[in-house]
Each structure stands twice: as structure tokens, then as C-alpha cells.
């Protein structure tokens, strides 16, 4: 890695074990969200030329990896956990510094990854296939589970430590060569963990990390012949273009893509532990959370009670910097999800919503470098508004009012999306009800809708996912294929 003359590093690709610069040396800045004056790092704007040299040093490493047996890969894994762990601090530092997340929320997205490493690497002694009868009682019948070869892997701006590692650490335990693109607005960061992988003594071309746009090195990456599966987290409509292009050359994929994710109140719901878990949910990260609460569906009963308890809470809530002490929510990660946000609170008003909290840009002293918006909480919201349908991915509430849980559960399913849902009730037969009806990969009974153990499967339905599952023993789905062996003596 080299220092420039400024007080801003510059990051490089890694490819094939060497930290390089793009071939046309053209860098991009990475900007601090609560001051956009700050320079947090430079990378580099990756070139078609670099995507294939990183794309061509995986392929070349790829049947030595396999070959080198997932104990040792495992092995490497526990390395690179422990190298994370030493520098946590400075990698969650730049977390909050390049979006925004407090440093609390920083410090425990770094641990988490540690976790899934450590995981993962114990999936290096665990089973790879199974024994299976055979009709011919004098042969041997198998299972073994084979890797895809390369594996792309491009991620979001939100979560710059745990998503790229839960896709990472599977590929790699498992067999697959990688080439990784994160999200620009998230780099710096990305390339402070890709920092540790290389400390950890991985053999050449295992692990390649490449920055630029989407449009270069994301749709070059996605496109690229020696690739043979693709795993992506962001937007819907990036990620329907993964799945055409990856159809049409007939390789893997695996998406994760958006939330409207719902809320249930019951009338006989615990209603402080339903509002704490509302605001966590929904507003925890600036609500820049696939799982976080976007929709609040609570039963006419107790509608009143809870909307005010709600607001009482959400006026505790404290707006600045993450790097400071006592903030609870920072800003939009960029200036771009921060227009976003501010058009859906226009949006929300024009459609005929009644804002009832919130939803101001906050320009004093201490806000006026940065995106800050204050948390927005909408009532008398219908079904077919936007801010009910459309993914916002900012601190916005939409309160919905319904006369019994039959109803809330109709109302929470009308969405294109199907990731996390939850319900607060003290009644056995309505969360059952609500398991058993809830269109969502990910249910959740008095608890937020926001989060999933890392041991646990994690992934949607309808319009949120494809159906594979990440995190857990499920990721094994994904990055392998199964051989099956016949084996009988001559």
C-alpha cells in the first residue's frame, strides 16, 4: 500500500498477491458522510483490462486452491480472523468515517465478521458429502461437494465488513477463487479487510480485489468468460441485470435485493418492547438496512397508545457524527441516498401521508457539512403509496392502522418483496398464524425485524432473493456442486 502527499491514502487493487494501481492510474475519492469535505481514501478506477487481469489470476489459481484441501483452507481462514480482530478499531474507525454508521454499530459489524470467519473456518473439518446405499452391495456410493471455480463477488455500501466476508469466507473454505468488488462508496474500508486476507499468507490469485464503477468493472466482472458464479447484494434493478446475464451464459448466481419489511403490533402486544424494537429496527443505521422496518402495522386497538409512546421515544433519539460519543443515528451514507431519502418524504407528503415527525434536513453548525435528516414517521399510509411499496432505505416510518391480525398479515404481504417480518403478540394461535401466512424468507416473533444469526440461514422471497440462502450451512448450497462417486472393485 503507498501514502500519497495528502492526508488521504491511496488504496490499490490486489490481484494475484501484488497491491497495483489501474492501468490508466485514474483514482476515486471516498467521502466522509457527516463531514463531505473530508477525504476518506482514494481507489482506484479499475480499468477492463484490470477486471481481466484479476479474472485470469483466479482462474490460474484455482485448481491449486481446491487441491490444497479444506482443512488448510480453513486453517487460513482462523488466520485472517484473528489478523481482523487485531485491527479492529481501526477498521470500524473507517467504517463510520466512509458511511456514516456509528462507532458502536462499527465496532460490532468488524466482531461480527470475525465470527463468520471463525465459522467458516471450522466448515474445514465438517463433512463434504454423504455415504449413500447402493443397490450393488459390492460397490461404494458417494457424495462429495465440488467448488464453481471463480466466484464474483460484489457488494453493498451498508454493511463494508459482514457482507463481503459471509460471501468470501464460503467461497473460499469451500474451494472457489475470488474476485471482489465492492460497492465505491465503501472501498477504503473493503480494502482494509482485503488487507488482513493478504497478511494471512494466502497462495496467488486466491483472493482479487478490484474497484471502480458498476457499470465497468460490476457489469465486466458479471460478464466475464472464465467467471463461473456470481453472488451480489444491492439493488433490485442491478440485481434482475446479474441474473439476465448470468442465465444467458448459464453460470450460477445468487441475489439479495430489497425489503419493505413489515411490523406487526397486535392488540396484546407488549408495547414498549414493540416501540424499542420499531426504532432499532428501522432507524438503527440510519435505517440503511435490507431487513430494517420500513412498514409499522398496528391493530386499531391500541394504535393511539403505541403511535404516542413511539414518538415520546423517537425524540431521545440523537443525530450527529458517529466518531462522537452518544450519537444513536449518523447520516445517509452519501449525498446520493441522502436525495433519495428527501424525495421520499416529499413523496410521501404530495401522495396524501400525514407526516406526524420528523423527516427535516438538518443544516446547524454541527450538520452542515454532512447528510443529516431526522428520522420521519407517516401515518394514514395506504398500501398503494410509494413509501408502502418502494424501498426507501433512510430513517422513515410508515405507520398503518388495521382492524385484526388477519388483516395486518394481508396488508404486511402486499409487497413485491418478501425478506424479514416480524410480530409482536403475547398470543400463541397469532404468531403461529403469522409463521405459517407471512411471505418472508426471514420471520421474527417479538423481536426486530432487522438482523439474523450468523449460523442461520438469511435470505428472502419474492422480489428479495433467489431462493438460495446465505450464511449458515445453507451458503454450502451456493458454492458447491455435488458429485456423486460410484465406486466397485474389478
Known amino acids: 500500500m503507498s501514502q500519497t502527499k495528502t492526508a488521504a491514502q491511496t488504496f490499490f487493487n490486489f490481484i494475484n498477491n501484488e497491491w497495483k494501481q489501474s492501468s490508466d492510474h485514474d483514482v476515486i475519492a471516498s467521502y466522509n458522510p457527516a463531514n463531505k469535505e473530508e477525504v476518506v481514501g482514494l481507489v482506484q478506477k479499475s480499468s477492463d483490462a484490470d477486471l481481466d487481469e484479476a479474472v485470469n489470476a483466479a482462474h490460474n489459481a484455482k485448481k491449486g486452491w481446491r487441491k490444497l484441501g479444506q482443512v488448510a483452507r480453513g486453517q487460513l481462514l482462523y488466520k485472517v480472523a484473528n489478523i481482523i480482530e487485531e485491527n479492529l478499531e481501526d477498521i470500524a474507525e473507517t467504517m463510520t468515517r466512509e458511511m456514516g454508521k456509528t462507532l458502536p454499530e462499527a465496532k460490532g459489524e468488524t466482531a461480527r465478521g470475525v465470527a463468520i470467519l471463525r465459522y467458516y473456518a471450522g466448515e474445514g473439518m465438517r463433512s463434504d458429502g454423504d455415504t449413500i446405499p447402493s443397490t450393488d452391495p459390492d460397490a461404494l456410493m458417494f457424495t462429495r461437494r465440488t467448488p464453481l471455480g471463480v466466484v464474483g463477488v460484489i457488494t453493498p455500501w451498508n454493511f463494508p465488513v459482514a457482507i463481503p466476508i459471509w460471501k468470501i469466507a464460503p467461497a473460499l473454505v469451500y474451494g472457489n477463487t475470488v474476485v471482489f468488488k465492492p460497492a465505491t462508496e465503501a472501498a477504503v474500508t ?10 494471512a499468507g494466502f497462495p496467488q490469485g486466491v483472493l482479487n480485489f478490484i474497484t471502480g464503477s458498476g457499470s465497468v468493472i460490476g457489469q465486466g466482472l458479471i460478464d466475464h468468460p472464465l467467471l463461473n458464479g456470481i453472488t451480489f447484494t444491492g439493488s433490485e434493478g442491478v440485481g434482475k441485470n446479474v441474473a439476465k446475464s448470468a442465465t444467458e451464459r448459464g453460470i450460477k448466481f445468487q441475489l439479495e435485493m430489497g425489503g419493505k419489511n413489515p411490523v406487526i403490533v397486535a392488540k396484546d402486544a407488549d408495547l414498549q418492547l414493540a416501540v424499542d424494537a420499531v426504532l432499532s429496527g428501522g432507524l438503527k443505521s440510519t435505517g440503511q438496512k435490507c431487513t430494517a422496518t420500513s412498514r409499522v402495522i398496528v391493530e386499531a386497538d391500541i394504535y393511539d397508545q403505541f403511535k404516542e409512546l413511539l414518538l415520546n421515544k423517537i425524540d431521545e433519539i440523537t443525530i450527529g457524527d458517529g466518531l462522537k460519543d452518544g450519537i444513536w443515528m449518523g447520516p445517509c ?13 416529499e413523496k410521501g407528503k404530495q401522495e396524501g401521508a400525514s ?14 457539512n454532512g447528510f443529516f435528516v431526522r428520522p420521519a414517521v407517516f401515518e394514514n399510509v395506504n398500501s398503494d403509496m410509494s413509501i408502502a411499496q418502494e424501498e426507501i432505505f433512510g430513517p422513515v416510518l410508515a405507520l398503518m392502522k388495521v382492524d385484526s391480525l388477519e388483516k395486518a398479515i394481508d396488508v404486511a404481504n402486499d409487497s413485491k418483496y418478501g425478506l424479514s417480518a416480524s410480530i409482536f403478540t403475547r398470543n400463541i394461535s397469532s404468531f403461529l398464524s403469522f409463521i405459517d401466512d407471512m411471505e418472508a424468507g426471514l420471520v421474527r416473533v417479538n423481536a426486530e425485524s432487522a438482523g439474523v444469526e450468523l449460523q442461520a440461514p438469511f435470505g428472502g422471497m419474492k422480489a428479495s432473493s433467489t431462493g438460495t440462502r446465505e450464511q449458515g450451512e445453507a451458503a454450502k448450497e451456493f458454492y458447491t456442486s455435488i458429485k456423486t462417486v460410484f465406486v466397485k472393485g474389478s
Do not use: M, P
Open 333 to 345: 451514507a452519501s449525498e446520493s441516498q441522502f436525495n433519495t431519502v428527501c424525495s421520499y418524504i
Open 190 to 199: 473493503a480494502a482494509k479487510v482485503v488487507e488482513c486476507f493478504a497478511k
Open 355 to 368: 407526516l406526524i415527525y420528523g423527516g427535516e434536513v438538518l443544516t446547524d453548525e454541527e450538520y452542515q
